[in-house]
């Protein structure tokens, strides 16, 4: 667009490591009675956020016989209601629709899922995937614009097309199937969040701009 590159800043949004780190995955667990391999959503449930299709690639593993659990947290959209009114009581099985849940909840999520997965259309970023590395989770995010500066695909998470519940199946397949490549890619998030993605270092780049923009540099 012309601007030179000098004059770009980007910075985007940070975490607070001591707010989201502490969760109880066991409480989280046996509150629901969750066995095997938990793929855990926080978003608000709609059709851009990934939603119905992250519940398509769950219900595809269990008609196999796979034991892998779907768990949404957030606030449900109307089409998402309706998509779910439709769905027979059996295709329900291992999906646990939570709604709006409180922050200590919420940290037990993170640390009692296997995999976190938010294949949305519509973040520019997506600061869930920083809480979720936080507690050494892989991520799975939609290839669409900011999201891909945030997960590197094949390194701390995997990167589907949007909308495509196959290929969304399969990423889910790849990271049930290999806890230690789980705990490779957990762990280099987790670094990542560190090194790049607190408050205490993206404030200082913020606050500077600012100062230099009304003239005290």
């Given at each position: 667009?012309?601007?030179?590159?000098?004059?770009?800043?980007?910075?985007?949004?940070?975490?607070?490591?001591?707010?989201?780190?502490?969760?109880?995955?066991?409480?989280?667990?046996?509150?629901?009675?969750?066995?095997?391999?938990?793929?855990?959503?926080?978003?608000?449930?709609?059709?851009?956020?990934?939603?119905?299709?992250?519940?398509?690639?769950?219900?595809?593993?269990?008609?196999?016989?796979?034991?892998?659990?779907?768990?949404?947290?957030?606030?449900?959209?109307?089409?998402?209601?309706?998509?779910?009114?439709?769905?027979?009581?059996?295709?329900?099985?291992?999906?646990?629709?939570?709604?709006?849940?409180?922050?200590?909840?919420?940290?037990?999520?993170?640390?009692?899922?296997?995999?976190?997965?938010?294949p949305s259309r519509t973040d520019?970023?997506?600061?869930?995937?920083?809480?979720?590395?936080?507690?050494?989770?892989?991520?799975?995010?939609?290839?669409?614009?900011?999201?891909?500066?945030?997960?590197?695909?094949?390194?701390?998470?995997?990167?589907?097309?949007?909308?495509?519940?196959?290929?969304?199946?399969?990423?889910?397949?790849?990271?049930a199937c290999q806890?230690?490549?789980?705990?490779?890619?957990?762990?280099?998030?987790?670094?990542?969040?560190?090194?790049?993605?607190?408050?205490?270092?993206?404030?200082?780049?913020?606050?500077?701009?600012?100062?230099?923009?009304?003239?005290?540099?």
């Amino acid at each position: 667009r012309g601007v030179p590159p000098e004059r770009i800043l980007v910075a985007g949004p940070g975490v607070n490591p001591e707010e989201i780190v502490g969760g109880d995955g066991a409480r989280f667990r046996a509150r629901y009675g969750i066995q095997g391999t938990l793929v855990a959503s926080i978003s608000n449930l709609s059709y851009d956020k990934g939603t119905f299709h992250l519940i398509e690639a769950v219900r595809r593993f269990r008609q196999q016989g796979s034991e892998v659990s779907l768990a949404l947290a957030g606030t449900p959209l109307q089409p998402f209601r309706r998509y779910w009114e439709r769905l027979p009581h059996e295709a329900r099985k291992g999906i646990y629709v939570l709604g709006p849940i409180s922050e200590e909840e919420k940290r037990d999520l993170l640390d009692a899922c296997d995999i976190f997965a938010m294949p949305s259309r519509t973040d520019s970023f997506g600061i869930v995937y920083l809480e979720a590395w936080l507690y050494r989770k892989p991520v799975i995010g939609a290839r669409t614009w900011g999201v891909t500066d945030v997960i590197q695909h094949g390194e701390d998470g995997l990167l589907v097309p949007f909308g495509d519940a196959d290929a969304l199946a399969e990423a889910i397949d790849t990271l049930a199937c290999q806890p230690e490549l789980r705990e490779v890619m957990g762990r280099r998030g987790e670094q990542k969040v560190y090194a790049l993605h607190t408050w205490d270092r993206k404030y200082p780049l913020i606050r500077d701009l600012y100062l230099y923009l009304v003239g005290n540099p």
